[in-house]
């Protein structure tokens, strides 16, 4: 599975390259982080393959529609770089374990 950034806007919106099928690469994504935090995972919105992590410090939502495709939302653009460079960690984990 692949992931890597391919836009990131203004106002925090992070577009994200996925191979995968539908919702499956954000949701081993937002997995793979809430892990590393020691935190659970929730749906906001029953339905929505929106997924948010309870306690997360940067109060992220990871999100997957039609229109967009996979997502990442950031509270405060000023987590920018640290919320990258945490994303980025977790691709390359998740490549390794998919070898």
């Known amino acids: 599975m692949l992931y890597q950034i391919n836009m990131i ?4 919106w ?16 937002v997995q793979s982080v809430a892990e ?3 935190k659970e995972v929730f749906q906001p919105y029953e339905g929505d393959a929106q997924f948010m992590i309870k306690g997360d410090p940067y109060k992220l939502i ?5 229109v967009f495709g996979t997502c990442v939302i950031l ?8 919320v990258v460079a945490l994303l980025e960690r977790h691709f390359e984990k998740l490549a390794a374990q998919s070898n």
């Open 75 to 82: 509270d405060k653009p000023e987590d920018r770089d640290a």
């Open 14 to 29: 992070i577009a994200i390259d996925t191979i995968g099928w539908a919702s499956e690469p954000v949701r081993r994504l």
């Open 62 to 66: 990871f999100q997957y529609d039609d």
């Open 36 to 38: 590393e935090m020691g």
């Open 9 to 12: 806007t203004e106002d925090g």
